[in-house]
Each structure stands twice: as structure tokens, then as C-alpha cells.
């Protein structure tokens, strides 16, 4: 791919030396022509000095043949100016903006241009280190909204179908590791001893999740 990166601070330098070391293009823009020197002397990409949602300057760091833009200088409102002109002007299918205020993110999500709102990302991290929980997060989604965590098991689901705990804990299972392997579920699929399962969740729901996939399944009466 070739990719171009406004802002070349910590995330930017980071994002650019990662990408070219995976064989991938890629050109930075910034302001500040001494920030490419956060690049090294090793780094092979364009460097071009200027404002990042120019038209001319974007057209100088390939964005007409570029794969993917990430926006992620310090300003916000740069980065969602120049996430639009590169989705909406080049046609850019893969955009990304770094925005600090989490509301903004939101609004910006809800127009199709993925966000990560890092103040917020940061201090739910934080907050998993310092409080944690029986439930084993393994992703969690750009806007810190929706996670994929490992629930407990009790042994009374055993043989039960994966449509019976999604009913029951009003979540989706988004794969199963059994023996292991991740499978993804059909809803038919029963559940097997030593099965570990990971569901979907938000954080209005993962206790509860929790508390219901941890006890044995309730039993309808006729």
C-alpha cells in the first residue's frame, strides 16, 4: 500500500517507520520540518512540508494513488479537515482521524470517518489497569465503546447451544476457542467442556454478561 500520514510526532513517526518496515509506501507531512527527524536516518518514505489538508501539498505525498490516509497531527480540527479532503476530494477509501475531544469523535464516526479518540481511549485503558474485573478484555474498538472480552463459563452450559447463552446474556459470542483453535460459532453450535468464549460487549452490559454466563443456565418452565 501507499500511505500517506499527516503529523509527524510520537504516533505519526511511530505509524510511518511500522508501515515501511511491513514493505509499505509511505509519505508524512507536517509543519514543522524538523519533526522528520523523529523518522531516523533510515526511513525511505517522503517527507514534504506543509499543511496537511492542501490539496497541492497532498498531491505532492501521492494522495491520488495513496491506499489509506491517518490524520494525527495535535489539532483536531486539522486532522478531521484533512481526514474529509482526503475521503471526499481523492476518494481514499482507508481514512483515520486521531481527535482528542471523545464528543467530536462520536459526531465524526456517525459521518464515516473512523476516529480514536484518544483521551478517552487512554483513561479507559488506565482505568482497567487500576480496577480490574473477571473478564478478560482482548479488543476494544477506536471509539472505547464496544469490547471483546473473555466471559467465565459455568459447567451448566455445557452441551447448551450458543443461541441459549446469547439469549440469556442479551450479547453476541464472537468466537470460541476449543482445543485450541478460534472457531466461529453458528447458533447452533453447542457449547464443549473446556470451550473458552469470547462475546461482545459494551460496558452497560459486561457485568451483567458476566454474572449470567458465570451461573448456570435458568430453566423455563412450562
Avoid at 514543522?32 to 512540508?49: E, H, S, V
Avoid at 464516526?109 to 487500576?130: C, K, N, Q, S
Avoid at 459447567?155 to 476457542?177: C, F, N, Q, S, T
Wanted: aromatic residues 6%; contains cysteine; proline residues 4%.
Amino acid at each position: 500500500m501507499h500511505v500517506v500520514i499527516m503529523g509527524c510526532g510520537r504516533v505519526g513517526s511511530t505509524l510511518a517507520q511500522s508501515l515501511e518496515h511491513r514493505g509499505h509506501t509511505v509519505a508524512v507531512i507536517d509543519v514543522n520540518a524538523d519533526a522528520f527527524r523523529r523518522l531516523g536516518a533510515d526511513f525511505q518514505g517522503l517527507t514534504i512540508t506543509g499543511i496537511g489538508f492542501d490539496r497541492e501539498i497532498l498531491i505532492t505525498a501521492g494522495i491520488e494513488r495513496a491506499d489509506a490516509f491517518a490524520a494525527v497531527s495535535n489539532g483536531d480540527n486539522s486532522n478531521i479537515i484533512a481526514a474529509r479532503v482526503a475521503r471526499e476530494t481523492f476518494g481514499v477509501e482507508r481514512v483515520v482521524a486521531r481527535i482528542y475531544d471523545s464528543k467530536r469523535a462520536e459526531v465524526y464516526e456517525r459521518l464515516g470517518i473512523p476516529t480514536v479518540a484518544i483521551v478517552r481511549w487512554t483513561a479507559d485503558r488506565m482505568l482497567r489497569h487500576i480496577v480490574r474485573d473477571d473478564l478478560l478484555e482482548i479488543w476494544r474498538d477506536p471509539t472505547s465503546t464496544i469490547s471483546i472480552v473473555e466471559v467465565p463459563l459455568d459447567a451448566g452450559w455445557i452441551g447448551r447451544p450458543v443461541r441459549a447463552l446469547e439469549e440469556a446474556a442479551g450479547a453476541r459470542v464472537a468466537y470460541v476457542v476449543r482445543f485450541g483453535k478460534s472457531v466461529l460459532p453458528t447458533p447452533s453450535m453447542a457449547l464443549q467442556d473446556s470451550d473458552q468464549v469470547f462475546m461482545l460487549v459494551d460496558d452497560e452490559i459486561a457485568v451483567t454478561v458476566r454474572t449470567i454466563t458465570a451461573a448456570p443456565p435458568e430453566e423455563k418452565h412450562s
